[in-house]
């Protein structure tokens, strides 16, 4: 991710509110697929792509699903933004989503699962992708800005975070919550997380803590802040700009931050924790992180402690040490790390049953092996960052 801001209620089971959507994932294809600009504008299309004036135009468009990312949609994804770059007639890209509730609110999940339980090449093929298009994104050449209007998580994340500019609205919710369905925070959280200030990354990964509106922005996930409302008009203003330089277009996001109305004079939502925050959770393993919590034993900590005992020992685990090292790690460096973590995970317990918890059977009653943090041994955690030899990402 290129830190443009960077170093800058918890709900109690993170995917009440998402669980058509909560999936997660997707990846990029034969870059020859898609060679000539697309005119995909089939209302039924899942994604839809356009050039307008000098802006090539991606929109997810799965509404009732959340915009949840799969495997064909990101297929399509890559190669387009690999052809943008290339084309001098393409000035910046755009991607947003439709519906009015989600930016995009995961990946599919559900399909990877199916393909896990019966050691389907998706399973290896879906994160391998999806990582490969985090980091065209990340590595993209030309201006690329994300209109996160709406539920932002997960894979919808690894579509935003690591382009030039992310547009936060009143109607952002930003969360990772992985650990709560035997996941880690992937699409290159190991990379944007530890950035933020202070230990506020560690938190929102260890927890799933939602971020909303102007929040995402000064949490430093978000580069501007616009009312959703006025989307329409900025994005009519980035297609017509005559020369789409990065300064032009930040000059321009700008002017509509600026001229956003409403609660910015308001704290950011963590401010009065971030000192406990800042302790608390810089912890160098699980169970220091734990035994602050349990020796702070104000409420807020209470609180912590009580949401992390609802995760995955396994994830909390893989998550801290995946940020510790990310934090010092180029976002190839830790896509690479991650496709290892993701691949463990298929092969774990956790995964499926905080799946079947969380979205299948909804009892929100993971029942997690092992069950505590001390039963997962330094030696599984380290197996799971190993390399995979051949089966390696390779970026």
């Known amino acids: 991710m290129r830190p443009t801001s960077l170093p800058t209620d918890r709900i109690a089971h993170p995917m009440t509110t998402i669980d058509r959507a909560f999936c997660r994932h997707g990846g990029p294809g034969a870059e020859a697929a898609a060679q000539k600009i697309s005119k995909q504008t089939d209302s039924t299309a899942e994604v839809l792509l356009e050039k307008k004036g000098g802006a090539g135009i991606i929109t997810l468009n799965r509404p009732k699903a959340l915009n949840a990312l799969n495997l064909s949609m990101i297929r399509q994804i890559y190669p387009q933004i690999k052809t943008w770059e290339k084309d001098p007639e393409t000035f910046l890209i755009i991607i947003k989503g439709t519906g009015g509730k989600a930016f995009c ?17 998706l399973a290896q093929d879906f994160f ?3 990582y490969t298009l985090n980091n065209a994104i990340g590595t993209c050449k030309k201006p690329y800005v994300a209109l996160i209007d709406g539920i932002t998580m997960g894979g919808g994340v690894g579509l935003s975070v690591h382009g030039h500019f992310r547009v936060a609205t009143e109607k952002t919710i930003f969360a990772m919550p992985e650990t709560a369905i035997g996941l880690f925070p992937d699409v290159g959280g190991g990379y944007f997380l530890p950035r933020l200030s202070g230990k506020t990354g560690y938190y929102l990964a260890l927890t799933g803590f939602r971020l909303k509106g102007r ?11 616009v009312e959703s409302e006025k989307l329409p008009a900025l994005e009519k203003d980035l297609i017509a700009l005559k020369s789409s330089s990065t300064e032009n277009i ?12 409403g609660d ?22 699980m169970e220091e992180i734990v035994k602050n919590l349990k020796q702070d034993g104000s409420a807020f900590a209470i609180k912590q402690l009580e949401t992390i005992n609802k995760m995955s020992p396994t994830s909390l685990k893989l998550t801290l040490r995946q940020l510790r090292e990310g934090a010092s790690m180029t ?4 896509l690479t790390m991650e496709y290892r973590l993701s691949q463990a995970c298929m092969r774990h317990p956790d995964f499926y049953e905080g799946v079947r918890a969380v979205l299948i059977d909804r009892d929100q009653s993971p029942r997690w092996k092992p069950a505590a943090l001390e039963e997962v041994s330094d030696e599984f955690v380290d197996n799971c ?9 390779k970026l």
């Open 385 to 393: 960052f190993k390399p995979l030899g051949s089966n390696d990402l």
């Open 331 to 334: 976002l190839q460096e830790v």
């Open 105 to 121: 609110a995961g990946g599919d999940i559900r399909a990877i699962i199916d393909a896990g339980k019966v050691g389907n090449k």
């Open 128 to 130: 391998k992708e999806e």
């Open 250 to 261: 930040a000059d321009l996001l700008n002017s509509y931050h600026m001229k956003s109305k």
């Open 264 to 285: 910015q004079e308001k704290d950011f939502v963590l401010d009065e924790h971030m000192e406990k925050i800042n302790s608390l959770f810089s912890g160098n393993s």
């Open 215 to 225: 929040d995402v922005l000064k949490a430093g996930i978000a580069t501007h802040f």
